[in-house]
């Protein structure tokens, strides 16, 4: 079993910054990939950014260069700091871990919510 809490979640005006934060905890010690998705009102899930256990990147076009994705590998957690936000970025953003060959999981979400 994993366990997904996710964290910073909130309310910022355009231009202004949050950081979300999910820890994983269960019976995985490693993951091969830890990110976060978006699901925006109407819209499908989208990837928004993920990073391997080499620290190897992938981020969506719309978020390249505003938001960065890190991970604690000790601590099993990932962090998405996001800069320059803009009110396209509200969303549920999920956090996103992946591990053995077939293996996801997605936390439950936390709100992001950006006013103009």
């Known amino acids: 079993q994993v366990q997904l809490v996710e964290s910073g979640g909130g309310l910022a005006q355009a231009g202004g910054s949050l950081r979300l934060s999910c820890a994983a905890s269960?019976?995985?010690?490693?993951?091969?990939?830890m990110g976060w998705y978006r699901q925006a009102p109407g819209k499908q899930r989208e990837l928004v950014a993920v990073?391997?256990?080499?620290?190897?990147?992938n981020y969506a076009a719309a978020v390249e260069g505003r938001f960065t994705v890190s991970r604690d590998n000790a601590k099993n957690t990932v962090l998405l700091q996001m800069n320059s936000l803009q009110p396209e970025d509200t969303a549920v953003y999920y956090c996103?871990?992946?591990?053995?060959?077939?293996?996801?999981?997605w936390g439950k979400g936390t709100q992001v919510t950006v006013s103009s």
């Open positions: 990073i391997n256990n080499n620290g190897v990147t």
């Open positions: 269960g019976s995985i010690s490693s993951f091969n990939k």
């Open positions: 996103y871990v992946a591990w053995g060959w077939l293996y996801e999981k």
